[in-house]
């Protein structure tokens, strides 16, 4: 038995130096990945896609496409996007109209039925890609709305505090990133270009259109017109952040109004059934238990 051990461990501690002598280090690892790197998932759907997306992508320029803004609008930046995009919609339709063909009843005489059906299948397919972009879209610009009055509070604590509008902002974007990633973003991305060189009302326009949020155009507006004015930024900053937060607490308050309307149906279809049930059931039971003995009787 302590033979069979020491082979045991003989061998083990063999097979552990081999794989220790034979496996890259860290460091190795790392110069490999930068020598070839190996290409992400998004990369590889993209190349795949590229071959389906030319039957569907529009011929002109991508980059004054209004369908990149939306992109842009709803996170979306990387270049090889459209192509999955497109792909989508080319390979939708023909899926949802196979699975129209394969799933519906074969009747004789119902040809003309089955091709409406693969019709609306496929018109329904080559929706979906602009639904899915379009609350992509809409569930960023109301996180970036929702965050943003709170951004506008620090962005005039900050400047108060002496810093100025660049040195502000930075702030802003490292401190609201613990709740909107997305604003953090844009703000980022905003700082980046105004180092890269470019006008602050120019970034500011960017940011604008990237967001597609009315808020920050006006926020934008408004920086301008201090500038060019020469008023005071925390002054205007201090009236614009108590609009944003009453409009924010005027769009709650409307959410909330809607909410005993969105409960109606479920109330009637669900619960309302349920009620009546669990009160006129004993009630309806001992009255079937008091009349058929009498109906029994008479008859």
């Not at 220790?20 to 460091?27: E, F």
Request: charge should be positive.
């Amino acid at each position: 038995m302590l033979l069979g051990l020491l082979v045991f461990l003989s061998v083990g501690f063999a097979l552990a130096g081999i794989y220790i002598w034979a496996a890259p280090s860290q460091a190795q690892r790392s110069l490999q990945r930068l020598a070839q790197p190996g290409a992400p998932w998004r990369e590889q759907a993209a190349r795949w896609a590229q071959p389906l997306a030319r039957w569907s992508l529009p011929a002109g320029a991508w980059q004054d496409s209004p369908l990149r803004l939306q992109m842009l609008q709803a996170g979306i930046a990387r270049e090889d996007a459209r192509l999955i995009y497109f792909a989508a919609k080319t390979t939708l339709p023909l899926l949802l109209a196979g699975t129209a063909l394969v799933l519906a009843p074969a009747k004789a005489g119902d040809a003309l039925h089955l091709l409406w059906l693969m019709a609306l299948a496929a018109l329904v397919g080559s929706y979906l890609p602009n639904v899915f972009l379009r609350a992509a879209r809409q569930r960023r610009q109301r996180e970036i709305f929702e965050h943003f009055p709170d951004a506008t509070d620090l962005l005039l604590v900050c400047m108060e505090a002496g810093l100025g509008l660049d040195a502000a902002l930075t702030r802003v974007a490292q401190e609201i990133r613990l709740s909107s990633k997305a604003l953090a973003d844009e703000l980022q991305l905003t700082l980046l270009e105004l180092r890269a060189g470019q006008a602050r009302e120019q970034a500011l326009r960017h940011l604008a259109l990237r967001t597609g949020v009315e808020e920050i155009a006006t926020f934008a507006l408004m920086l301008k017109q201090a500038d060019r004015f020469g008023t005071s930024i925390g002054d205007s900053l201090r009236v614009y952040s108590d609009e944003l937060r009453h409009k924010r607490m005027v769009r709650a308050e409307e959410v909330a109004a809607r909410v005993p309307t969105k409960m109606l149906l479920p109330l009637v279809l669900c619960i309302f059934p349920s009620i009546i049930m669990v009160v006129m059931g004993p009630a309806a039971i001992q009255i079937v238990r008091t009349l058929m003995p009498m109906f029994g009787q008479g008859g």
